[in-house]
């Protein structure tokens, strides 16, 4: 029915809350109320997992940076970071 938090048939996000209720995943034994509290857990989880996923693909799409001259430079430049520590 789902696939990596997207419906089968589009695009459309499924909402965190829904994919952790719809976890069957369970411990032995567990109590309902363990089970709500970590199908909340999960739905942050899964959340920060979709945050990092947005945060990359901004990352990548960056233009690219400006380069260094030479490997002089970068130790030169790594230099001047640890001296600062």
């Known amino acids: 029915m789902f ?4 419906t089968s048939n ?4 499924v909402p965190a809350q829904h994919l952790a209720t719809a976890n ?5 034994n567990q109590s309902a109320e363990y089970r709500a ?4 857990l ?3 989880e899964i959340e920060l997992r ?3 996923e947005r ?4 990352r990548r799409a960056l233009p690219p940076g400006g380069q260094i001259a030479s490997p002089r ?3 030169d430049r790594l230099r001047a970071v640890i001296w600062r520590l």
């Open 10 to 13: 589009s695009q459309t996000i």
């Open 55 to 58: 945060v990359a693909a901004q």
């Open 24 to 28: 069957h995943a369970h411990d032995p």
């Open 37 to 40: 509290a970590r199908n909340v």
């Open 42 to 44: 999960l739905a942050e």
């Open 50 to 52: 979709r945050q990092i």
């Open 3 to 6: 696939s990596g938090g997207t």
């Open 73 to 75: 430079e970068l130790a």
